[in-house]
């Protein structure tokens, strides 16, 4: 397991230092960054339903971090967000980054949440870093 750079200990996904944040640990295991994460009711948007800017939080983080933790600075560009399913608040998710491609300054992600329970897809992510020049 890759140790985290100080610099993103206020990060609100990962952050460990984050006193409101979601503390979520990652690691690496075959080329594809994981980690699980189970939504409480302060995560809730309305009728114990996980609110969507916490679930396109945890997925922009999960590909931020295989860059990450590879030593790379790099910036969301752009993400597109697919919501297949409803979270309810106490589900715990199996979170998945990898990458599609890399050329120069650009590395296209793709991020999934899957139910533990039964890996259905709640929700996909495909988004453009732009690497620190």
């Known amino acids: 397991m890759t ?9 609100f ?3 460990p230092a984050n006193e409101v944040g979601l503390k979520l640990k990652f690691h690496i295991e075959d080329d594809v960054v994981r980690s699980e994460f189970t939504p409480a009711e302060m995560h809730c948007g309305f009728d114990g ?12 983080d999960v590909m931020a971090n295989w860059i990450y933790l590879k030593g790379i600075r790099a910036y ?5 967000i697919r919501y297949k ?3 309810p608040i106490g589900t715990t ?20 949440m899957l139910r533990q329970a039964n890996n259905e897809l709640v929700a996909e992510t495909q988004a453009s870093f732009m690497v620190e020049a």
Request: net charge neutral; hydrophobic share 35%.
């Open 13 to 15: 996904v990962c952050g």
């Open 49 to 60: 339903v996980t609110h969507g800017g916490i679930i396109f939080s945890v997925l922009d």
């Open 93 to 112: 998710v199996r979170l998945e980054g990898r990458c599609i491609s890399s050329r120069g300054r650009l590395i296209v992600m793709e991020g999934k």
């Open 76 to 80: 969301t560009a752009k993400c597109e």
């Open 3 to 11: 140790e985290m750079r100080t610099d993103g200990n206020n990060c």
């Open 85 to 87: 399913d409803s979270l």
